[in-house]
């Protein structure tokens, strides 16, 4: 019989104080992703940007991890080398990505000048910024995995889908903070570089506290040693073929991809979409997407000690999903011009935004073996990385092929103008998607016996 240690670091207070410090990882890296979310029309301003350009940026934010498979060997490394490596590994990362990204948007000479690649120019600003953002997104997403994994390995049967729900809100209140200043400190500073220099900053502080949770969780793994058996702590490649075959697995990576899809590209154009549909001005526009993190600081721990205490999951996911549904479809529709009923559907996004992810990702860490959640996660953020990488594109083709309607004038300077109706039923597509998704996990739940619909706590 394995010997147990009655009480370790995780069984103290001071898992709450690990929690802090990688959640601050995670709010730097959510900052510098939603940096340029609000500065789409700014962009197009100072940097002579177009929608396409944009959206290939944006975009890149997936590039390595879906074209390399990044995420996959991230997951690997995770399992096999431990949350300490990967996570100092991916913090570097993101240091550097954003660094590249800063020099090239604060250099204006790159603005003119014009980069050939397989045949095809682009502006030099826009190429070296999508390398910058691409190294970035291969640390972020990776740097969440293993925030995942040191949240299963800290709280695991006791608070788990709370302390996974409060990382989430912290993280977001990055996010938010990014839709909400951004836009703000750029027209202060007349240009889009500062926001970027400020992300930076906040970077390196995240690294940081990750450097500092390292050191706790050293000492929490000699605490655990002796309770650590080789099948528990050792993963084989051949785990992955366990992974692909498991039917839970796929149906919460889809539902990951559509739901993600269908909110964190929006969320790259909805200050645009403030602007063109509903006459916001520009330096104020990113405040209503705003709404949609910030509602999350105290929705998704809420919405994960109620997964902890009462259970049922998977009516979560299946109601979080009906709610986007509706929320895109009002924004769908040509009449709606009021900026009272976008704060409205910013705000029901925003509890959308909260109850899947919530609900998801415990539900994944319930499917999976604790050996396998980090390969297990990396391979469903993968999935996610192809709708994060492809939507974005996507939106912008259609935003300069079908959907301007005029110019507008901004700081003198000649802008288009869009009709956001196509765009916005893209984004209504994928949630009816993610509806028939939601609904045949609970379905597979009750034939496999996942337990979704049971508590955490028992």
Known sequence: ???????????????????????FTMFAAYVAADVFSPLKTLLETYNHWNSLEYGWFSSSYSLFNVFLGMLIFGGIILDKKGARFCGIGSALLMVAGIALKYWAISNPSLIDHQITIFGTAYKAQVAWAVLGFSIFGVGA???????????????????????MGLQLSLARLGKGAALLFSPMIAEAAGNVARPVLLALALLVLGMLCFIIFSIYDKKLDRQLHENLTDSESSFSIKDIASIIKNPGFWMIAILCVLFYSAVSPFTKFATDLMVNKFSVD???????????????????PLFGRIYDKAGHGA?????????????????????????????????????????????MWPSLARIMPEKQFGTAIALTYYIQNIGLWGIPVLIGYLLDKYCITGVRITDGK????????????????????????????KKLDRIKGYGLQMPNER
Do not use: N, Q
Not at 282 to 300: D, E, Q, R, T
Not at 416 to 431: E, G, K, R
């Open 141 to 163: 997403e990776v740097g969440g995995i293993t925030v995942s994994k040191i949240i299963v390995k800290w709280f695991k049967e006791r608070d788990m889908a709370m302390a």
């Open 315 to 359: 009516d979560l996911m299946i109601f979080g999903a009906c709610l986007i549904t509706l929320v895109h479809t009002v924004f769908a529709l040509p009449f709606v011009h009021s900026w009272i009923i976008a704060v409205v559907l910013m705000i029901l996004l925003g509890i959308g935004y909260a109850l899947v992810p919530a609900a």
């Open 282 to 300: 520009a330096k104020w526009a990113g405040a209503i997407p705003a709404m949609i993190p910030f509602g999350c600081i105290i929705l998704s």
């Open 1 to 23: 019989m394995t010997c147990r240690i009655e009480k370790t670091l995780r069984d103290t207070p001071l898992r709450w104080g690990v929690l802090l410090l990688v959640s």
């Open 414 to 441: 000649e802008i288009p103008s869009y009709d956001y109706a196509l765009p916005m039923t893209v984004f209504v597509i994928i949630c009816m998607l993610a509806i028939i998704v939601a609904i045949a996990l």
